[in-house]
Protein backbone atom coordinates (compact mmCIF):
# COMPACT_ATOMS: atom_id res chain seq x y z
CA UNK A 1 0.00 0.00 0.00
CA UNK A 2 1.00 3.41 -1.19
CA UNK A 3 2.12 6.12 1.90
CA UNK A 4 -0.40 8.45 2.08
CA UNK A 5 1.57 11.81 2.54
CA UNK A 6 0.16 14.12 4.74
CA UNK A 7 1.92 17.71 5.58
CA UNK A 8 -0.76 19.18 7.21
CA UNK A 9 0.24 18.41 10.71
CA UNK A 10 3.76 19.80 10.33
CA UNK A 11 2.11 22.94 8.32
CA UNK A 12 0.01 23.29 11.18
CA UNK A 13 3.16 23.84 13.24
CA UNK A 14 4.56 26.77 11.36
CA UNK A 15 5.00 29.02 13.79
CA UNK A 16 7.24 26.45 16.12
CA UNK A 17 9.42 25.95 12.63
CA UNK A 18 9.78 29.84 12.43
CA UNK A 19 10.90 30.16 15.90
CA UNK A 20 13.13 27.39 15.31
CA UNK A 21 14.81 28.86 12.10
CA UNK A 22 14.85 32.04 14.17
CA UNK A 23 16.83 30.99 16.59
CA UNK A 24 19.46 28.98 13.87
CA UNK A 25 19.78 32.42 12.64
CA UNK A 26 20.85 33.90 15.65
CA UNK A 27 23.23 31.23 17.00
CA UNK A 28 24.73 31.48 13.24
CA UNK A 29 24.68 35.51 13.44
CA UNK A 30 26.69 35.36 16.97
CA UNK A 31 28.96 32.61 16.21
CA UNK A 32 29.79 34.47 12.53
CA UNK A 33 30.51 38.03 14.35
CA UNK A 34 32.18 36.15 17.44
CA UNK A 35 34.31 33.85 15.13
CA UNK A 36 35.06 36.65 12.78
CA UNK A 37 37.03 39.15 15.70
CA UNK A 38 38.43 36.40 17.41
CA UNK A 39 40.02 34.59 13.96
CA UNK A 40 41.58 37.83 12.97
CA UNK A 41 43.10 38.25 16.61
CA UNK A 42 44.10 34.73 16.42
CA UNK A 43 45.88 35.44 12.97
CA UNK A 44 47.53 38.24 14.29
CA UNK A 45 49.10 36.31 17.00
CA UNK A 46 50.14 33.67 15.04
CA UNK A 47 52.00 35.77 12.77
CA UNK A 48 53.66 37.59 15.50
CA UNK A 49 57.57 36.99 15.31
CA UNK A 50 57.00 36.26 19.10
CA UNK A 51 57.04 32.98 19.75
CA UNK A 52 55.01 32.84 23.09
CA UNK A 53 51.98 34.13 21.04
CA UNK A 54 52.57 32.69 17.69
CA UNK A 55 52.64 28.98 19.70
CA UNK A 56 49.82 29.33 21.93
CA UNK A 57 47.75 30.50 18.72
CA UNK A 58 48.82 28.25 16.17
CA UNK A 59 47.91 25.35 19.04
CA UNK A 60 44.18 26.80 19.94
CA UNK A 61 44.05 27.08 15.82
CA UNK A 62 45.29 23.36 15.26
CA UNK A 63 43.11 21.46 18.12
CA UNK A 64 40.39 22.99 17.03
CA UNK A 65 40.45 22.19 13.18
CA UNK A 66 41.95 18.72 14.17
CA UNK A 67 38.63 17.39 16.31
CA UNK A 68 35.55 17.23 15.61
CA UNK A 69 32.80 20.05 15.96
CA UNK A 70 30.29 17.77 17.99
CA UNK A 71 32.92 16.17 20.71
CA UNK A 72 34.35 20.09 20.95
CA UNK A 73 30.73 21.16 21.74
CA UNK A 74 29.83 18.24 24.01
CA UNK A 75 33.13 19.08 25.61
CA UNK A 76 32.15 22.63 25.93
CA UNK A 77 28.67 21.83 27.61
CA UNK A 78 29.59 18.66 29.85
CA UNK A 79 32.82 19.41 30.83
CA UNK A 80 33.90 22.92 30.83
CA UNK A 81 30.90 23.84 33.38
CA UNK A 82 32.27 21.42 36.29
CA UNK A 83 35.53 22.59 35.56
CA UNK A 84 34.70 26.21 35.93
CA UNK A 85 32.01 25.97 37.89
CA UNK A 86 29.38 27.86 35.85
CA UNK A 87 26.07 27.02 34.89
CA UNK A 88 26.44 26.92 30.64
CA UNK A 89 23.21 27.45 28.85
CA UNK A 90 22.78 24.99 25.39
CA UNK A 91 23.08 28.43 23.74
CA UNK A 92 26.34 29.99 25.46
CA UNK A 93 28.10 26.64 24.60
CA UNK A 94 26.87 26.20 21.22
CA UNK A 95 28.39 30.39 20.58
CA UNK A 96 31.52 29.51 22.51
CA UNK A 97 32.34 25.96 20.25
CA UNK A 98 31.11 27.56 17.26
CA UNK A 99 32.57 30.63 17.80
CA UNK A 100 36.27 29.14 18.54
CA UNK A 101 35.76 26.60 16.01
CA UNK A 102 34.89 28.70 12.98
CA UNK A 103 37.83 31.51 14.53
CA UNK A 104 40.02 28.78 13.96
CA UNK A 105 38.82 28.37 10.23
CA UNK A 106 38.99 32.16 9.88
CA UNK A 107 42.59 33.02 11.10
CA UNK A 108 43.98 30.68 8.58
CA UNK A 109 41.71 32.78 5.88
CA UNK A 110 42.69 36.25 7.27
CA UNK A 111 46.67 34.55 7.20
CA UNK A 112 46.29 33.50 3.86
CA UNK A 113 44.80 36.91 3.13
CA UNK A 114 47.28 39.28 5.07
CA UNK A 115 50.47 36.95 3.12
CA UNK A 116 49.29 37.32 0.01
CA UNK A 117 49.63 41.32 -0.21
CA UNK A 118 52.74 41.95 -1.73
CA UNK A 119 55.83 43.27 0.71
CA UNK A 120 55.60 46.42 -1.16
CA UNK A 121 52.60 47.60 0.54
CA UNK A 122 54.09 47.89 3.48
CA UNK A 123 57.76 49.41 2.52
CA UNK A 124 55.26 51.92 1.39
CA UNK A 125 53.39 52.64 4.29
CA UNK A 126 56.68 52.76 6.71
CA UNK A 127 57.97 54.91 4.10
CA UNK A 128 55.37 57.60 4.98
CA UNK A 129 55.49 57.27 8.25
CA UNK A 130 53.36 54.60 9.39
CA UNK A 131 53.98 52.03 12.74
CA UNK A 132 53.22 48.86 11.88
CA UNK A 133 49.41 48.49 13.25
CA UNK A 134 48.77 51.62 11.19
CA UNK A 135 49.79 50.08 8.29
CA UNK A 136 47.62 46.81 9.23
CA UNK A 137 44.68 48.06 9.67
CA UNK A 138 44.97 51.40 6.53
CA UNK A 139 46.61 49.63 4.35
CA UNK A 140 47.09 45.69 4.41
CA UNK A 141 44.13 44.40 5.60
CA UNK A 142 41.30 46.67 3.85
CA UNK A 143 43.19 45.37 0.92
CA UNK A 144 43.72 41.30 1.76
CA UNK A 145 39.92 41.65 2.94
CA UNK A 146 38.91 41.87 -0.28
CA UNK A 147 40.55 39.29 -1.43
CA UNK A 148 39.32 36.70 1.08
CA UNK A 149 35.46 37.78 0.84
CA UNK A 150 34.50 34.25 -1.09
CA UNK A 151 36.74 32.11 1.82
CA UNK A 152 34.59 34.37 4.03
CA UNK A 153 31.17 33.35 2.65
CA UNK A 154 32.02 29.88 2.21
CA UNK A 155 32.96 29.30 6.02
CA UNK A 156 29.90 30.91 7.34
CA UNK A 157 27.69 29.07 5.26
CA UNK A 158 29.66 25.94 6.85
CA UNK A 159 29.21 27.29 9.79
CA UNK A 160 25.62 27.59 9.44
CA UNK A 161 25.06 23.87 8.33
CA UNK A 162 27.54 23.19 11.50
CA UNK A 163 24.66 24.74 14.48
CA UNK A 164 22.54 21.94 13.29
CA UNK A 165 24.60 19.63 15.74
CA UNK A 166 23.47 22.08 18.64
CA UNK A 167 19.92 20.04 18.65
CA UNK A 168 21.44 17.73 19.94
CA UNK A 169 22.07 19.56 23.58
CA UNK A 170 18.30 20.36 23.20
CA UNK A 171 18.25 24.43 21.79
CA UNK A 172 15.42 24.90 19.90
CA UNK A 173 17.11 25.65 16.80
CA UNK A 174 15.25 24.19 13.60
CA UNK A 175 16.48 20.70 13.97
CA UNK A 176 15.61 20.98 17.70
CA UNK A 177 12.04 21.75 16.34
CA UNK A 178 11.85 19.00 13.71
CA UNK A 179 12.76 16.54 16.88
CA UNK A 180 9.68 17.80 18.38
CA UNK A 181 7.12 18.04 15.73
CA UNK A 182 8.01 14.78 14.29
CA UNK A 183 7.61 13.16 18.00
CA UNK A 184 4.24 15.16 18.58
CA UNK A 185 2.91 14.41 15.20
CA UNK A 186 3.85 10.91 14.62
CA UNK A 187 4.84 12.31 11.07
CA UNK A 188 8.37 12.05 10.76
CA UNK A 189 8.79 11.83 7.13
CA UNK A 190 6.79 14.96 6.75
CA UNK A 191 8.75 17.01 9.47
CA UNK A 192 12.09 15.95 8.64
CA UNK A 193 11.35 16.75 4.45
CA UNK A 194 10.17 19.83 5.14
CA UNK A 195 13.07 21.29 7.68
CA UNK A 196 15.17 20.13 5.11
CA UNK A 197 13.51 21.91 2.39
CA UNK A 198 14.21 24.88 4.38
CA UNK A 199 17.37 24.29 5.14
CA UNK A 200 17.59 23.73 1.39
CA UNK A 201 16.31 27.18 0.39
CA UNK A 202 18.27 29.62 2.85
CA UNK A 203 21.59 27.44 2.34
CA UNK A 204 21.24 27.22 -1.35
CA UNK A 205 20.47 31.32 -1.23
CA UNK A 206 23.53 32.24 0.35
CA UNK A 207 25.53 29.77 -2.03
CA UNK A 208 23.94 31.82 -5.03
CA UNK A 209 25.11 35.07 -3.37
CA UNK A 210 28.00 33.81 -2.66
CA UNK A 211 29.11 32.40 -6.23
CA UNK A 212 28.00 35.71 -7.50
CA UNK A 213 29.91 38.37 -5.45
CA UNK A 214 33.04 35.84 -6.42
CA UNK A 215 31.90 36.02 -10.01
CA UNK A 216 31.82 39.98 -9.65
CA UNK A 217 35.39 40.12 -7.73
CA UNK A 218 37.01 38.01 -10.66
CA UNK A 219 35.31 40.16 -13.15
CA UNK A 220 37.12 43.07 -11.29
CA UNK A 221 40.54 41.16 -11.42
CA UNK A 222 40.78 41.05 -8.28
CA UNK A 223 42.73 37.88 -6.89
CA UNK A 224 41.17 35.69 -3.86
CA UNK A 225 42.66 33.60 -1.54
CA UNK A 226 41.23 30.21 -0.05
CA UNK B 1 38.56 20.20 41.01
CA UNK B 2 40.87 17.05 40.84
CA UNK B 3 41.49 14.98 37.48
CA UNK B 4 40.43 11.57 37.83
CA UNK B 5 41.51 9.58 34.76
CA UNK B 6 41.34 6.26 36.69
CA UNK B 7 38.10 6.36 35.63
CA UNK B 8 38.51 6.27 32.25
CA UNK B 9 41.33 4.30 32.12
CA UNK B 10 38.93 1.48 33.88
CA UNK B 11 36.75 2.16 30.72
CA UNK B 12 39.28 1.48 27.77
CA UNK B 13 37.25 -1.51 26.93
CA UNK B 14 34.79 0.67 25.97
CA UNK B 15 36.71 2.79 24.49
CA UNK B 16 38.11 0.15 22.08
CA UNK B 17 34.68 -0.93 21.35
CA UNK B 18 34.16 3.00 20.40
CA UNK B 19 37.22 3.25 18.32
CA UNK B 20 36.37 0.18 16.10
CA UNK B 21 32.83 1.42 15.86
CA UNK B 22 34.54 4.63 14.47
CA UNK B 23 37.00 2.81 12.19
CA UNK B 24 34.43 1.11 10.60
CA UNK B 25 32.01 3.82 9.83
CA UNK B 26 34.86 6.10 8.68
CA UNK B 27 36.33 3.16 6.42
CA UNK B 28 32.04 2.62 4.96
CA UNK B 29 31.95 6.07 3.91
CA UNK B 30 35.28 6.97 2.60
CA UNK B 31 34.77 3.93 -0.05
CA UNK B 32 31.77 4.87 -0.51
CA UNK B 33 31.57 8.57 -0.04
CA UNK B 34 34.72 8.54 -2.79
CA UNK B 35 33.59 6.21 -5.13
CA UNK B 36 30.42 7.34 -5.65
CA UNK B 37 31.95 11.02 -5.82
CA UNK B 38 33.45 9.98 -9.25
CA UNK B 39 30.45 8.59 -10.48
CA UNK B 40 28.37 12.25 -9.82
CA UNK B 41 31.76 14.04 -10.70
CA UNK B 42 32.03 12.43 -14.40
CA UNK B 43 27.80 12.97 -14.42
CA UNK B 44 28.61 16.64 -13.79
CA UNK B 45 31.42 17.08 -15.86
CA UNK B 46 29.48 15.44 -18.91
CA UNK B 47 27.63 17.06 -21.79
CA UNK B 48 25.02 14.74 -21.68
CA UNK B 49 22.05 16.32 -19.94
CA UNK B 50 20.28 12.89 -19.15
CA UNK B 51 23.54 12.62 -16.80
CA UNK B 52 24.81 16.35 -16.25
CA UNK B 53 21.22 17.78 -14.98
CA UNK B 54 20.97 14.61 -12.24
CA UNK B 55 24.54 15.03 -11.43
CA UNK B 56 23.78 18.29 -10.65
CA UNK B 57 20.78 18.05 -8.67
CA UNK B 58 22.19 15.35 -6.01
CA UNK B 59 25.21 17.71 -5.64
CA UNK B 60 23.23 20.63 -4.62
CA UNK B 61 21.38 18.63 -2.66
CA UNK B 62 23.60 17.36 -0.24
CA UNK B 63 25.99 20.56 -0.42
CA UNK B 64 23.26 22.90 0.63
CA UNK B 65 21.95 20.62 3.35
CA UNK B 66 23.38 19.82 6.97
CA UNK B 67 24.92 16.66 7.13
CA UNK B 68 23.07 15.68 10.84
CA UNK B 69 19.51 16.45 8.97
CA UNK B 70 19.99 13.93 5.92
CA UNK B 71 21.32 11.26 8.67
CA UNK B 72 18.45 11.86 10.62
CA UNK B 73 16.27 11.98 7.51
CA UNK B 74 17.43 8.80 6.52
CA UNK B 75 17.11 7.32 10.57
CA UNK B 76 13.28 8.80 11.03
CA UNK B 77 11.76 9.37 7.52
CA UNK B 78 13.07 6.81 5.15
CA UNK B 79 12.11 3.89 7.05
CA UNK B 80 8.53 5.00 6.59
CA UNK B 81 8.55 4.55 2.54
CA UNK B 82 10.53 1.45 2.86
CA UNK B 83 9.17 -1.84 4.03
CA UNK B 84 12.10 -2.43 6.83
CA UNK B 85 14.05 -0.76 9.51
CA UNK B 86 16.93 1.42 8.82
CA UNK B 87 20.01 0.75 11.39
CA UNK B 88 22.07 3.31 12.97
CA UNK B 89 25.00 2.28 11.20
CA UNK B 90 22.37 2.41 7.74
CA UNK B 91 21.39 5.73 8.37
CA UNK B 92 24.49 7.55 9.49
CA UNK B 93 26.64 5.70 6.17
CA UNK B 94 23.74 7.00 4.09
CA UNK B 95 24.17 10.54 4.81
CA UNK B 96 27.80 10.74 5.66
CA UNK B 97 28.69 8.96 2.39
CA UNK B 98 25.94 10.54 -0.16
CA UNK B 99 27.29 13.89 1.73
CA UNK B 100 30.60 13.01 1.08
CA UNK B 101 29.97 12.30 -2.76
CA UNK B 102 28.40 15.40 -2.95
CA UNK B 103 31.83 17.17 -2.22
CA UNK B 104 34.21 15.27 -3.62
CA UNK B 105 32.25 14.99 -6.95
CA UNK B 106 33.15 18.86 -7.67
CA UNK B 107 36.77 18.00 -6.51
CA UNK B 108 36.69 15.18 -9.17
CA UNK B 109 35.41 17.53 -11.75
CA UNK B 110 37.51 20.14 -10.87
CA UNK B 111 40.82 17.78 -11.01
CA UNK B 112 39.64 16.27 -14.75
CA UNK B 113 38.56 20.08 -16.11
CA UNK B 114 42.26 21.23 -15.02
CA UNK B 115 43.50 18.92 -17.17
CA UNK B 116 44.93 20.41 -20.80
CA UNK B 117 42.88 19.62 -23.72
CA UNK B 118 45.88 18.64 -25.34
CA UNK B 119 46.06 15.21 -23.24
CA UNK B 120 42.82 14.55 -24.46
CA UNK B 121 44.16 15.58 -27.87
CA UNK B 122 47.33 13.14 -27.63
CA UNK B 123 45.02 10.00 -26.29
CA UNK B 124 42.83 10.51 -29.18
CA UNK B 125 45.28 10.38 -31.63
CA UNK B 126 47.14 7.05 -29.90
CA UNK B 127 43.54 5.70 -30.54
CA UNK B 128 41.79 5.31 -27.35
CA UNK B 129 38.42 6.00 -26.62
CA UNK B 130 36.96 8.22 -24.30
CA UNK B 131 36.84 5.87 -21.17
CA UNK B 132 40.55 4.73 -21.93
CA UNK B 133 41.65 7.91 -22.21
CA UNK B 134 39.76 8.71 -18.93
CA UNK B 135 41.76 6.36 -17.00
CA UNK B 136 45.11 5.55 -18.43
CA UNK B 137 45.82 9.28 -19.42
CA UNK B 138 43.79 11.94 -17.51
CA UNK B 139 42.58 10.56 -14.08
CA UNK B 140 46.13 9.53 -12.89
CA UNK B 141 46.85 13.33 -13.82
CA UNK B 142 44.15 14.77 -12.13
CA UNK B 143 44.36 12.33 -9.14
CA UNK B 144 47.56 14.03 -8.46
CA UNK B 145 46.33 17.61 -8.16
CA UNK B 146 43.18 15.97 -6.35
CA UNK B 147 44.77 14.54 -3.72
CA UNK B 148 45.10 17.47 -1.11
CA UNK B 149 41.25 18.14 -1.48
CA UNK B 150 40.47 14.29 -1.19
CA UNK B 151 42.97 13.99 1.64
CA UNK B 152 40.80 16.39 3.45
CA UNK B 153 37.41 15.25 2.91
CA UNK B 154 38.64 12.00 4.50
CA UNK B 155 39.49 14.10 7.20
CA UNK B 156 36.36 15.63 7.26
CA UNK B 157 34.22 12.53 6.95
CA UNK B 158 36.20 11.13 10.06
CA UNK B 159 35.35 14.14 12.18
CA UNK B 160 31.03 13.70 10.33
CA UNK B 161 31.25 10.25 11.62
CA UNK B 162 30.79 11.63 15.20
CA UNK B 163 26.89 12.61 13.90
CA UNK B 164 25.79 8.86 14.47
CA UNK B 165 25.98 9.15 17.67
CA UNK B 166 23.46 11.68 17.13
CA UNK B 167 21.18 7.94 16.24
CA UNK B 168 22.73 6.02 18.81
CA UNK B 169 25.34 4.27 16.82
CA UNK B 170 27.84 2.77 19.33
CA UNK B 171 31.02 4.70 18.64
CA UNK B 172 33.83 7.14 20.12
CA UNK B 173 31.75 9.74 21.16
CA UNK B 174 28.78 7.90 21.95
CA UNK B 175 30.74 5.65 24.60
CA UNK B 176 32.36 8.81 25.79
CA UNK B 177 28.51 9.79 26.58
CA UNK B 178 27.94 5.95 28.37
CA UNK B 179 31.23 6.33 30.14
CA UNK B 180 30.47 10.04 31.60
CA UNK B 181 27.31 9.17 32.43
CA UNK B 182 27.79 6.19 34.30
CA UNK B 183 30.72 7.32 36.22
CA UNK B 184 30.22 11.11 36.78
CA UNK B 185 33.31 12.02 34.83
CA UNK B 186 32.11 14.02 32.05
CA UNK B 187 35.68 16.31 31.78
CA UNK B 188 37.78 13.29 31.99
CA UNK B 189 35.29 11.28 29.40
CA UNK B 190 35.13 13.82 27.05
CA UNK B 191 38.68 15.13 27.64
CA UNK B 192 39.45 11.78 26.71
CA UNK B 193 37.09 11.10 23.65
CA UNK B 194 38.95 14.50 22.14
CA UNK B 195 42.51 13.77 22.77
CA UNK B 196 41.80 10.24 20.90
CA UNK B 197 40.30 11.88 18.19
CA UNK B 198 43.45 14.20 17.92
CA UNK B 199 45.63 11.49 17.74
CA UNK B 200 44.07 9.82 14.98
CA UNK B 201 43.59 12.89 13.26
CA UNK B 202 46.54 14.97 13.37
CA UNK B 203 48.55 12.96 11.47
CA UNK B 204 46.24 13.00 8.57
CA UNK B 205 45.84 16.86 8.66
CA UNK B 206 49.96 17.06 8.56
CA UNK B 207 49.47 14.65 5.90
CA UNK B 208 47.33 16.74 3.74
CA UNK B 209 49.24 19.79 4.75
CA UNK B 210 52.58 17.86 3.41
CA UNK B 211 50.67 16.96 -0.03
CA UNK B 212 49.24 20.82 -0.66
CA UNK B 213 53.00 21.99 0.05
CA UNK B 214 54.21 19.37 -2.55
CA UNK B 215 51.57 19.96 -4.99
CA UNK B 216 52.55 23.88 -4.79
CA UNK B 217 56.05 23.17 -5.70
CA UNK B 218 55.16 20.55 -8.24
CA UNK B 219 53.22 23.30 -10.73
Not at chain 2, 160 to 171: D, G, K
Request: charge should be positive; glycine fraction near 6%; charged fraction near 15%.
Amino acid sequence: MAYQWDFAPVLANAPFLAEGLANTLKITGTALVCGVVLGLALALLRLSPRCFLSWPAGFVIEVFRTTPPLVQLFWFFFALPILVGIEMTPFVAGAVTFSIQSASFFAEVFRAGIQSIERGQWDGARAIGMRHDQALRRIILPQAVKRMIPAFMERAIELMKTTTLIATISYADLLFAANEISQKTFRPLETYTVVALIYFVVIFLASQVARLVELRLARSGESTVH
Amino acid sequence: MRWDFASVFDNTDALLVGAAGTLRIFAICLVLGLSLGLLVGLGRYSRNRWLHIPATVFVEFFRNTPVLVQILWFYFALPILLPFQISPLAAASLGISLNSAAFSAEIYRGGIQSIETGQWDGARALGMRWGQAMRRIILPQALKRMLPALTNRAIEIFKMSTLASAVAYVELLQQGKLIASLNYNPIEAYTAVAVIFFVFLWPLVQFSYFLERRLRRDE
